[in-house]
Nanobody, 124 residues
């Protein structure tokens, strides 16, 4: 079972930036990787995903502000978050899928391995 560990969450003011990292215990080069978030009382939502070949998908709410990237040699996934807004506050999760490695998807049900999450809080 692959282990995913997120880091980089923090409390920042609106307009600030954060960089989230996700370290995998296994080689990730052939997997689809994604970032998701969940705020209290809300459903988990897809933020961004990056395919093995580098294809990208972003939620409309973060386009132009967030950038997902991966470093297969370091077995790591990243999320650069700029121009943060209070509505970005949530627990952020890293996830991967082997089964749907070929897809471009932000459906949480398509991902089978998840990290424990890192908290992002944006104050106005």
């Amino acid at each position: 079972q692959v282990q995913l560990v997120e880091s980089g969450g923090d409390s920042v003011q609106a307009g600030g930036s954060l960089r989230l990292s996700c370290a995998s215990s296994e080689d990730i080069h052939s997997y689809l990787m994604g970032w998701f978030r969940q705020a209290p009382g809300k459903e988990r939502e897809g933020v961004a995903s990056i395919g093995a070949g580098g294809s990208l998908i972003y939620a409309d709410s973060v386009k132009g502000r967030f950038t997902i990237s991966r470093d297969n040699f370091k077995k790591s996934l990243y999320l650069q978050m700029n121009s943060l807004k209070p509505e970005d506050s949530a627990m952020y999760y890293c996830a991967l899928t082997r089964r749907y490695y070929w897809k471009d998807t932000l459906r949480s049900t398509d991902f089978e391995s998840w990290g424990q999450g890192t908290q992002v809080t944006v104050s106005s």
